[in-house]
């Protein structure tokens, strides 16, 4: 079965800046998955914070040029509030990602690194 597609209709203020298409991998991580699923299409109604369990008419609160823009938060519009389709949270499904989490660490929010961080070996696996 294939992997689930949403879509986010942008605005900037109120003029259409286009559609958003995203892959979702249902395949690998299920409940994060369906919630982000859940809250694109709203099929869940009201949340237990009287809010509705949907992106619609949410911002993108943080936008940093050529890099990433972070939004979804359906609670209090600006990083610190959030519900899920499951409750307030849910256990994380970033399997694979202990990497990722290390070499973040010498990261910081202007995007430099405090240490190199190197491609020791790379190939193709099979």
């Given amino acids: 079965m294939a992997n689930p ?3 986010l209709d942008l605005n900037i203020g109120c003029e259409p800046a286009g559609r ?11 409940k ?14 009201i949340g237990k914070n009287g809010k509705p369990l949907h992106y619609k008419g949410t911002t993108f609160h943080r936008v940093i040029p050529r890099s990433m823009f972070i939004g979804g938060d ?26 990722m989490k290390v070499v973040q ?6 995007g430099f ?12 696996l099979s």
């Fill in 74 to 99: 359906i609670i209090e519009g600006n990083e610190l509030g959030g519900e899920s389709i499951y409750g307030d949270s849910f256990a994380d499904e970033n399997f694979g990602f202990d990497v």
């Fill in 20 to 30: 958003i298409v995203i892959e979702l991998f249902s395949d690998s991580t299920p």
């Fill in 32 to 45: 994060t998955a369906e919630n982000f699923r859940a809250l694109c299409t709203g099929e869940k109604g």
């Fill in 5 to 7: 597609r949403v879509f």
């Fill in 105 to 110: 660490k010498v990261g910081s929010i202007a």
């Fill in 113 to 124: 690194t405090s240490k190199l961080v190197i491609v020791a070996n790379c190939g193709q």
